[in-house]
């Protein structure tokens, strides 16, 4: 049997099937990487690769393919598998737990206008939102929804419609207009997930109507923009775990997305990510003295994204080489449908600024929240003051990832309640 160093590679596997062939194993025996991927050679000389996990007190072997004597699954493919099964398990999901069975389809289509609509929406969003939001929400639909449209039907409602609503009302107050488009817009989210209407009408209106939507650079995500909206989209499986883990280490750690696309395994020494000072914007400007590498705690949340990997943490797709492009997450963004996932515009960048604002709402203070974001500091301060903050850093950031643990457990239960 070939000897095994501990990191399995095509070429191992290869000389492995060659001699399995010639000669196959006395007894089945598991030959395993650690964080429970391996393979396990049976005495027919079949290869298998697996994950094995515990979720729930159980311990779990899920089998990712099967490589030889016949290639049925690549390495690569098997690794793809195992990231997508990992993100899964450090989430709570079991990835061979059933899907859940659809609900059943309603015999007749229920008759339901819009003030029948805004009824159910406030009694749903009042078991899991504070009052205060509430109140507000309750409040705009009830002034400029219902004088307008409350007694037509759901279904009847088009994006022109929106678009006209929207437009009277930031004519005379632009703020007003954001405010009520956020509120209906998640109305009307609820009404398409419980398939009363078939589309939002108030998707991308805020495309339509500059007027409503935020100035892009103040631009930071809500408490419930988060887990109603975003949490649910970055912690679903399937689709791109690369560009969505890396779009989540930016709300996390709050740093840049160039350089949390730019993230290497190199980088990391157990809690701690030091990004080098010629990956820093503000430290590798031409001329600056005595340039400084960044250093950044990494919470069990955030550690719970990094994807397995001895080179970059999030690697470039398709056969390219290097880490992924700061604008394939802008992209990925951009062109979901809805566009920027039914929300008003926004881009990576204000994933940090969220964090920013989000630290600061919790009660961070704002020398520790700045040392977190890495931004440069003004006049005599960035002379004198070398204190690299690692204590107040670490602080700052288990307290946003308390914030962030807190608003998934409440998007959970939004989604266990529904």
């Not at 956020?182 to 078939?198: H, I, K, N, Q």
């Not at 080179?311 to 604008?327: L, W």
Request: charged content about 30%; proline content about 8%.
């Amino acid at each position: 049997m070939p000897e095994f160093k501990g990191k399995l590679t095509d070429f191992y596997l290869k000389a492995l099937t060659t001699g399995l062939t010639k000669k196959p194993p006395p007894r089945e025996y598991d030959l395993r990487e650690g964080h429970g991927f391996g393979i396990r050679v049976r005495k027919s000389g079949v290869i298998t690769f697996f994950y094995i996990y515990s979720i729930n007190g159980k311990r779990r072997f899920l089998n990712l393919g099967i490589y030889g004597p016949t290639p049925d699954t690549s390495l690569a493919e098997a690794r793809q598998k195992y990231a997508e099964a990992y993100i899964q398990v450090k989430s709570g999901v079991d990835p061979q737990a059933p899907p859940p069975e659809p609900p059943p389809a309603p015999t007749e289509p229920e008759f339901t206008n819009v003030t029948d609509l805004k009824s159910k929406y406030i009694k749903h969003i009042k078991t899991h939102l504070v009052e205060r939001s509430v109140k507000h929400q309750d409040d705009r639909l009830e002034k400029h929804l219902i004088p307008a449209w409350g007694d037509r039907p759901t279904t009847s409602i088009r994006r022109r419609d929106a678009i006209e609503l929207i437009e009277k009302i930031a004519a005379k107050k632009p703020g007003a207009a954001r405010n009520v488009l956020l509120a209906a817009r998640a109305m009307f989210t609820y009404a398409r997930r419980r398939e009363m209407v078939e589309y939002n009408p108030f998707s991308e209106v805020g495309l339509a109507v500059p007027a409503a939507t935020a100035n892009d650079r103040d631009r930071t995500l809500s408490d419930d923009e988060l887990k109603g909206t975003v949490l649910p989209y970055l912690l679903a499986p399937g689709g791109n775990t690369i560009l969505k883990n890396a779009l989540l280490m930016i709300l996390i750690t709050g740093q840049r997305p160039g350089e949390v696309s730019g993230m290497h395994r190199n980088e990391i020494n157990e809690d701690w990510w030091t990004i080098p000072w010629q990956r820093i914007k503000t430290e590798c400007r031409k001329g600056k003295k005595n340039p400084q590498d960044h250093r950044i705690f990494l919470t069990p949340l955030a550690k719970s994204f990094l994807l397995p990997s001895d080179d970059y943490i999030f690697p470039a797709g398709r056969g390219a080489e290097g880490p992924v492009r700061t604008n394939s997450l802008a992209h990925h963004i951009q062109f979901q449908s809805p566009s920027y996932l039914g929300l008003p515009r926004w881009t990576p960048h204000d994933l940090r600024r969220t964090a920013r604002t989000g630290m600061a709402a919790i009660g961070v203070l704002e020398r520790h929240a700045e040392a977190v974001l890495n931004h440069a500091q003004e006049g005599m301060k960035k002379i004198y003051d070398r204190h690299q903050y690692d204590k107040e850093k670490k602080s700052a950031l288990t307290r946003w990832s308390k914030h962030l643990e807190k608003l998934i457990r409440e998007m959970m239960q939004q989604q266990t309640d529904q």
